[in-house]
């Protein structure tokens, strides 16, 4: 059984930095892209970052711009997203997820049919 547990949300003030954990159960990150997205209050779910199957082909979102690293760690099954020079527009539910199709060239391409229950991100002076 799949499932991720995102951890590491919380208020940080702009230019500051947090780091969210997603443990991963019922896959191993060596066959499995997995991804974080991130969804803002009345606005659509956006891909911050993903990496594909075996740890290679790292994506990220143009808004990253060079802030936020994506790490992994297999030894424990879990990924990390490094946030720095955090921004007010980073202000989001943050989650983890993984797909289970056959795979595809890049990680953007996966629908991602499973999903972590978020992490709560606050930017705010």
């Known amino acids: 059984q799949v499932q991720l547990a995102e951890s590491g949300g919380g208020l940080v003030q702009p230019g500051g930095s947090l780091r969210l954990s997603c443990a991963a159960s019922?896959?191993?990150?060596?066959?499995?892209?997995i991804a974080w997205f991130r969804q803002a209050p009345g606005k659509e779910r956006e891909m911050v970052s993903c990496?594909?199957?075996?740890?290679?082909?790292?994506r990220y979102g143009n808004f990253v711009k060079g802030r936020f690293t994506f790490s992994r760690d297999t030894a424990k099954n879990t990924i990390y997203l490094q946030m720095d020079s955090l921004k007010p527009e980073d202000t989001a539910v943050y989650f983890c997820?993984?797909?289970?199709?056959?795979?595809?060239?890049?990680?953007?391409?996966?629908?991602?049919?499973?999903w972590g229950q978020g992490t709560q991100v606050t930017v705010s002076s």
């Open positions: 990496i594909g199957p075996g740890g290679f082909n790292i």
């Open positions: 019922g896959f191993t990150l060596d066959y499995n892209p």
């Open positions: 997820a993984t797909d289970s199709s056959p795979r595809h060239r890049l990680c953007t391409e996966y629908p991602y049919n499973y």
